[in-house]
Nanobody, 123 residues
Framework: QVQLVESGGGLVQAGGSLRLSCAGSGRTFSSDTMGWFRQGPGKEREFVAYINWSSSYSDYATSVKGRFTISKDNTKNTVYLQMNSLKPEDTAIYYC????????????????WGQGTQVTVSS
């Protein structure tokens, strides 16, 4: 059974940092593009970042560029999202996802999803 399990969410003050992790099991994700998405209260799920299988390319939503960094450790089947300079508008449930092939910011392209981890940023 394929599983993606996120961790590292929590409550943080504006300007603070959090590091999310997403551990995969059930198959190897070393050939996958891994992505992070988020869904805030009353909002649709939106793209945050993705990284390709070899970690040679990544892309970010404009709203997080320069503040968030995505990375991948294929030996651990794990993808990370380092979030710095957090803002209240970053408050959301953060999901990791995996897809075969190249990266895309479109959630519908990703076949495997985690259950999400809550990030709350207080002002």
């Amino acid at each position: 059974q394929v599983q993606l399990v996120e961790s590292g969410g929590g409550l943080v003050q504006a300007g603070g940092s959090l590091r999310l992790s997403c551990a995969g099991s059930g198959r190897t994700f070393s050939s996958d593009t891994m992505g992070w998405f988020r869904q805030g209260p009353g909002k649709e799920r939106e793209f945050v970042a993705y990284i390709n299988w070899s970690s040679s390319y990544s892309d970010y939503a404009t709203s997080v560029k320069g503040r968030f960094t995505i990375s991948k450790d294929n030996t651990k089947n794990t993808v990370y999202l380092q979030m710095n300079s957090l803002k209240p508008e970053d408050t959301a449930i953060y999901y990791c996802a995996a897809k075969r092939g190249g990266g895309t910011p479109y959630a519908r392209s990703y076949g495997d999803w985690g259950q999400g981890t809550q990030v709350t940023v207080s002002s």
